[in-house]
């Protein structure tokens, strides 16, 4: 169980958006931690996606983008192309473990 | 160009113990936190816990007290990761990742290219 929530699964057709939601609590994205996004394609470490809730590291392509409000966040992808197939986990940090949590991870299909 | 290299593959029996390296280069080692991260095949990440490579201090995440230590080499720019008492169900890869403060935080920015630890009778 984590401790951030996330659907296990969104699909959508080549150039559509797509929107993955990362729902935490009071302890961890409702008390102010920024959450942040990866991309893990298969068989490889994670990659960074967006930090700070909303900031694209270099080389990351504005078609992704990050949202929080309240306890939780949101990952939107549009104009999908076949190579956004991949699991996407949110990560913030939780005051009361004391450290990070991560989401469940959400598998991302590209029809 | 940041680098995390991370050792190989490690086949381990119940019980055992396994140390995993992680080998920085491309910026001063000391200057940025470490941590470690592990995924079980086909499960989600989960974090273990943290070292400070300036100072050596540790944070563990309370699953794993008692049953982990980090540890750092400065001279060859190295942390280890060593899981003591290993089950089945330890059988994971294992990511050590740098890592950036932010406002309010912090994130991953940098991963190692992971370790597969199998734990088989």
């Known amino acids: 169980q984590s401790v951030l929530t996330q659907p296990p699964s969104v699909s959508g057709a080549p150039g559509q958006r797509v929107t993955i939601s990362c729902t935490g609590s009071s302890s961890n994205i409702g008390a102010g931690y920024d959450v942040h996004w990866y991309q893990q394609l298969p068989g490889t470490a994670p990659k960074l996606l967006i930090y700070e809730s909303n900031n694209r590291p270099s080389g990351v392509p504005d078609r992704f983008a990050g949202s929080k409000s309240g306890t939780s966040a949101s990952l939107a992808i549009t104009g999908l192309q076949a190579e956004d197939e991949a699991d996407y986990y949110c990560q913030s940090y939780d005051s009361s473990q004391s450290g990070v949590v991560f989401g469940g991870g959400t598998k991302l299909t590209v029809l | 160009q940041v680098q995390l290299v991370q050792s190989g593959a490690e086949v381990k029996k119940p019980g055992a113990p396994v140390k995993v390296s992680c080998k920085a280069s491309g910026y001063t080692f000391t200057s940025y936190y470490l941590h470690w991260v592990r995924q079980a095949p086909g499960q989600g990440l989960e974090w273990m816990g943290i070292?400070?490579?300036?100072?050596?201090?540790?944070t563990y995440a309370q699953k794993f007290q008692g049953r982990v230590t980090m540890t750092r080499d400065t001279s060859t720019s190295t942390v280890y990761m060593e899981l003591s008492s290993l089950t089945y169900e330890d059988t994971a890869v294992y990511f050590c990742?740098?890592?950036?403060?932010?406002?309010?935080?912090?994130?991953?920015?940098?991963w190692g290219q992971g370790t597969l630890v199998t734990v088989s009778s």
């Open positions: 990742a740098r890592v950036t403060f932010g406002s309010s935080g912090y994130y991953f920015d940098y």
């Open positions: 070292i400070n490579p300036s100072g050596g201090i540790t």
